[in-house]
């Protein structure tokens, strides 16, 4: 019987984290990846083409860390305002953290973001979707009154897009769960007083 060949490939995208969080996605390249592998870079190419191959790879293991986490926190609240408040809070935090841990990726961010925006597509409809339950689940209990949660899922979801940057590298954490206080406010009461 054959002796079986060992899957390489969780070593491979073990330390190429590594290495994409000291270098960046620019000055990574496969011979960097293949000595702290302690591989052989034709090794590497038998299971992924390229290094943006192994960057996607990097990220589907980074995405399910943030899953776990999120399905976590948001199981712990019943309203949804505190669901959506610790989503986003969560996903910041989380934001914080890879930023602070990709520092030469940080450097880079503008220069990929076509590259990025195309891996994000997939993780962003699931996003849409854990917003989408949450609204969902609030008008079921009557807590909610929206017309078109796919909508302000998506809404929701762009908003926080276009404060993560500024969010995962300029701001602390307090002065983020005030941001998210705000826009909450904002969300849930809406800006037209009533009498």
């Not at 994000?120 to 989408?132: A, F, L, M, N, S």
């Amino acid at each position: 019987m054959a002796k079986q060949k060992k899957d390489l490939r969780p070593l491979i995208v073990e330390n190429a984290q590594l290495i994409f969080s000291k270098c960046g996605l620019k000055k990574t390249t496969m011979e960097k990846i293949a000595a702290s592998s302690s591989i052989a870079k034709s090794s590497i190419y038998y299971y992924f083409k390229s290094k943006e191959d192994i960057f996607e790879a990097v990220l589907e293991k980074e995405a399910q860390v943030f899953r776990a986490t999120i399905n976590s926190t948001i199981s712990k609240f019943d309203s949804p305002q505190d669901k959506i408040k610790y989503y986003v809070l969560t996903r910041m935090k989380m934001f914080q953290k890879l930023a602070n841990f990709y520092t030469a990726f940080k450097k880079e961010y503008i220069e990929n973001y076509a590259f990025i925006s195309r891996i994000r597509k997939k993780y962003d409809t699931e996003e849409q979707t854990i917003i989408q339950d949450i609204l969902t689940e609030g008008i079921q209990h009557h807590n909610l009154m929206i017309k078109d949660t796919e909508l302000t899922s998506l809404a929701i979801l762009t908003a926080m897009k276009g404060f993560e940057l500024q969010w995962s590298v300029e701001k602390s954490i307090v002065d983020i769960e005030k941001d998210i206080d705000f826009l909450l406010e904002v969300l849930f009461y809406g800006l037209v007083k009533r009498t």
